[in-house]
């Protein structure tokens, strides 16, 4: 079965750090693009950050850049979202997902920012 | 940024209605588009692709059409599963936007 699950999401003052995980199985992990997308409570969708299958290239929604960092493993099938320098407004569930067209997704972990 | 908008953002629909979605996006995109169903408390799942092709395992009820800015996503006969949030996305250019979403409810 294709899946990604998140994990690493929590309560974090701001200003701070949180990492979050995504593991993926059932498919070819280093084959495809991988995005981070975040949804604020009761509101719309918004992608964050998306990573090229070899690492190689990188791309970001403004409101993140410098301060979050996406990677991944391909040897352990996993994508990583390094988020630093945390705000309020970082509040939400996020997502991981496959692909530019958002194929698959995982079922999301909430990072909360609050003091 | 390529701004998405989605019309209406809700609308109100009985079992068996045949409803058609737009999207309207501020600059051509070509076929870059994709559609999503969301349910409350779900991750989104992926309908369309590339404008009109269906994703793997979605039902022939669902379809889309359109390219350049104008997009729409029809589903047939509706069906008590149906009812949630549809959003539109483009893939053409970073950064890569949703559309705010259109609530089908009953």
């Known amino acids: 079965e294709v899946q990604l699950v998140e994990s690493g999401g929590g309560l974090v003052q701001p200003g701070g750090s949180l990492r979050l995980s995504c593991a993926a199985s059932g498919f070819t992990f280093s084959n495809y693009w991988l995005s981070w997308v975040r949804q604020t409570p009761g509101k719309g969708l918004e992608w964050v950050a998306n990573i090229k299958q070899d690492g190689s290239a990188k791309y970001y929604v403004d409101s993140v850049k410098g301060r979050f960092t996406i990677s991944r493993d391909n040897a352990k099938n996993s994508l990583y979202l390094q988020m630093n320098s945390l705000r309020v407004e970082d509040t939400a569930v996020y997502y991981c997902?496959?692909?530019?067209?958002?194929?698959?997704w995982g079922q999301g972990t909430m990072a909360t920012v609050s003091s | 940024d390529i701004q998405m908008t989605q019309s209406p953002s809700s609308l109100s629909a009985s079992v068996g209605d045949r409803v058609t979605l737009t999207c309207r996006a501020s600059q051509g995109i070509s076929n870059y588009l994709a559609w999503f169903q969301q349910k409350p408390g779900k991750a989104p799942k992926a309908l369309i692709y590339?404008?009109?092709s269906l994703q793997s395992g979605v039902p022939s009820k669902f379809s889309g059409s359109g390219s350049g800015t104008d997009f729409t996503l029809t589903i047939s006969c509706l069906q008590p599963e149906d009812f949630a949030t549809y959003y539109c996305?483009?893939?053409?250019?970073?950064?890569?936007?949703f559309g705010q979403g259109t609530k089908v409810e009953i």
């Open positions: 996305q483009q893939y053409n250019a970073y950064p890569l936007t």
């Open positions: 997902a496959r692909g530019n067209a958002f194929e698959i």
């Open positions: 590339a404008a009109s």
